[in-house]
């Protein structure tokens, strides 16, 4: 069985790293922004499209406040960095929005945080790669007709790469990401080139059609709503943010200080890319409609189902560039790409914040372990699983899925900028020097405004998206919350059951006998080695126990059992429904039931073989037995192995294998040998 799973995960993820080459797989700046930041970088491949799509409910003539929209946007991204500036220096230690509210507001605000994110980082996969299967589809008819299925392939890939570590994983991501960027700031200043110097006149494909507004002349509250809503569907620009502050241990040192730039360079790439598609979009007249089918007309025919609806990017690119320029092809591609990629932020941030809760003892604690790659391997599957589920549910539709989006965010951003208040408040009660008094009250000033933003922002959010599909995100939120409040429960349970007493109890009193049980279906080489093995123990009672099941059998047993002169006594227990697990557990609790103060040590022989397939031939009455007895108080259970023919050649395997150098790897000894040799003759 080792060999059969050992090989392909080599092949896959790669030979297993010492835990003291942890610090090799540290990023450096370069490095950590494709890691932490594809997700806001990303993000606005598809977040100015959101915007008009939203606007356009009310019409083209609504277009003319996707500008403010964006400014609010920018605003917003520019509080959300410099607020999260301070909790990189403030908490370095990783644990982001959940250790500062959970260290600030108490350990049900940290929970409530922890949801959120948990719910955030699934979301994050979900909608990157329904997004970039979407846009991969305007060029690949295959990838349309199977969203589903290639968006799991995807998804699967991207484990894949992530389960080979962190560092490896980020130089693959680096190239991408930086291509996609390069390629947005060469659009948008070869458009503004184009626009402003040569004075062209640049036209999206879509430029010519109308659209049939659902809602025309908005006004008053509808109007206001209507904004707000285009608004908190812009703030999907906004998402991913928080894993920086979430991966501070994974960069290089001085950790705080290479966090804090790469949250800065991170706000500056995403707000001047955000904000230059809007004014390109608005520029060359691009046109979005919710129900494009029956909504955008072609010279007042409704384009039909049969029409694809390109993302705002692609239509830029197309009117700046020329359809099927290198350009245009260059940064379509990067742009699927990217958006494949933008869910490694959400398989960084995830099993990071999945092994601080382990070690708090809200998530299972194989959570906190480190893979062969010093990845956090058990979070990174329960990622990709929830993500696949999620994909599967939804059928890879990103503008279904992305009305879940952002909810989880901005609960994170406004609890950790409340807690981010609270912790000034505390250091300035203490705090005399008065230079940092002042760093601290212009950092709280930072986290006010941060906090009161966000929470408005949230608001909006709620009351704009619940019907829509945030509800969802709610009910993940509760979901975790719950299931975290019980683990942590049970292990806190488990924890005052097992804590060891001062003074003498129940069990640490040595029991008044053992009374030894050695299972016996036939006399073979394994039950003679555990029949010695029990008299070495010199037990105060020891009896063999076989379960009569075929009455043949029973008496050929007793026969050879007497003929061989066994001293040990045989006892035979009847069992008229051929069951062998049932009549042993009630003998074992009938002796336990005659004398409480007796331990009872069952010994099973068992053998071993050296195949898997093997396995499932033997041993299934004593896993079960063994499983049964477990839960019987005062019962040790003792397994005595007889390795086969089979497990020896196995073992031999094993250690051939331990042995094998690869070709090459081997020249001329070792190297504390090769010191030794002498340099030449004299």
């Known amino acids: 069985m080792s060999k059969l799973t050992d090989v392909p995960k080599r092949i896959l993820i790669g030979r297993a790293l010492r835990s003291d080459r942890l610090g090799e797989t540290l990023l450096p700046k370069r490095i950590a922004l494709p890691v932490f930041a594809s997700d806001p970088l990303s993000s606005v491949a598809y977040a100015p499209g959101e915007v008009l799509l939203v606007l356009s409910i009310a019409g083209v003539s609504a277009y003319h406040f996707s500008p403010w929209i964006a400014v609010a ?10 607020s999260y500036r301070q909790n990189v220096h403030a908490y370095p230690s990783g644990g982001g929005d959940y250790e500062v509210a959970n260290t600030n507001l108490g350990p049900k605000a940290g929970l409530t945080v922890a949801s959120a ?11 990157s790669i329904s997004s970039g299967i979407e846009n991969l589809g305007s060029a690949v008819p295959f990838v349309v007709e199977h969203k589903v299925f290639c968006a799991i392939a995807v998804i699967v890939l991207l484990t894949l790469m992530n389960l080979r570590g962190v560092k490896e994983s980020g130089k693959l991501f680096a190239i ?6 390069a390629g947005v700031f060469i659009m948008i200043a070869w458009g503004a080139f184009r626009g402003l110097v040569l004075d062209d006149t640049m036209r999206a494909p879509t430029a010519g059609y109308e659209i049939k507004a659902e809602h025309q002349g908005l006004a008053g509250f509808a109007l206001v709503f209507l904004l707000l809503r285009a608004f908190s569907s812009g703030c999907a620009a906004l998402t991913g943010v928080e894993a920086i502050s979430n991966g501070v241990p994974a960069f290089r040192k001085p950790k705080s200080k290479n966090a804090a730039t790469t949250l800065a360079a991170m706000g500056i790439l995403a707000v001047t890319m955000f904000c230059g598609i809007i004014v390109l979009a608005m520029a060359t007249k691009v046109r979005m409609a919710e129900n494009p089918a029956h909504d955008l007309l072609d010279k007042g025919v409704a384009v039909g189902s049969d029409y694809v609806q390109n993302p705002v990017i692609s239509q830029v690119a197309e009117a700046v560039f020329g359809d099927g320029s290198f350009f245009f092809i260059l940064l379509a591609a990067a742009t699927a790409l990217v958006l494949f990629l933008a869910a490694n932020t959400a398989y960084n941030g995830f099993p990071l914040l999945g092994s601080i809760l382990a070690q708090d003892r809200y998530l299972p604690r194989q959570l906190h ?10 979070g990174i599957v329960l990622l990709s699983g929830a993500a696949i589920l999620l994909v599967w549910v939804y059928g890879a539709d990103s503008t279904r899925l992305i009305q879940l989006y952002i909810v989880g965010v901005f609960v994170s951003f406004t609890l950790s900028q409340t807690g981010m208040v609270r912790h000034w408040n505390r250091h300035l009660a203490t705090e005399k020097d008065p230079a940092k008094r002042r760093r601290m009250l212009r950092s709280r000033a930072i986290n006010t405004f941060g906090a009161f933003f966000t929470g408005l922002v949230l608001v909006v959010v709620l009351g704009t998206k619940f019907t829509h599909g945030a509800w969802v995100a709610l009910l993940g939120m509760v979901i975790f919350y719950a299931v975290m409040t019980a683990i942590r429960k049970h292990y806190d349970r488990v924890a005052e059951e097992l804590v060891a007493p001062e003074g003498p109890s129940d069990d640490s009193v040595r029991p008044s006998r053992v009374h030894s049980v050695v299972l016996i279906s036939k006399i073979h080489r394994p039950t003679l080695r555990a029949l010695a093995y029990a008299k070495l123990m010199r037990s105060d009672t020891l009896e063999a126990l076989s379960v009569n099941v075929d009455p043949a059998e029973t008496r050929a047993l007793q026969e050879e059992w007497e003929r061989r002169g066994i001293t040990v006594p045989l006892k035979v227990l009847d069992s008229p429904y051929r069951e062998i697990t049932r009549p042993v557990i009630e003998y074992v609790k009938g002796l336990r039931r005659e004398s409480p103060r007796d331990a009872v040590s069952v010994i099973i022989p068992e053998y071993v073989v050296g195949h898997w397939y ?3 031939l033997h041993n299934q009455s004593a896993l079960r037995l063994k499983g049964r007895l477990l839960f019987t108080p005062g019962v040790m259970v003792t397994s005595v192995p007889y390795q086969l023919q089979s497990s020896e050649v196995a073992k031999k395997r094993a250690r051939k294998r331990q042995d094998w150098n690869a070709p090459g790897s081997v020249r001329r000894g070792p190297a504390e040998e090769r010191t030794r040799e002498p340099s030449g003759k004299n």
Not at 73 to 82: D, Q, S
Not at 117 to 127: G, M, Q, R
Not at 369 to 378: C, E, H, V, W, Y
């Open 614 to 616: 093997e396995q499932l």
């Open 73 to 82: 946007v920018v605003v917003l991204m520019f509080t959300v960095v410099a």
């Open 369 to 378: 372990t480190r893979g062969d790659r010093l990845a956090f391997s058990n």
């Open 117 to 127: 994110l948990l719910v955030d980082y699934v979301l994050t996969v979900a909608v």
């Open 176 to 181: 991408p990401t930086y291509v996609f960027v």
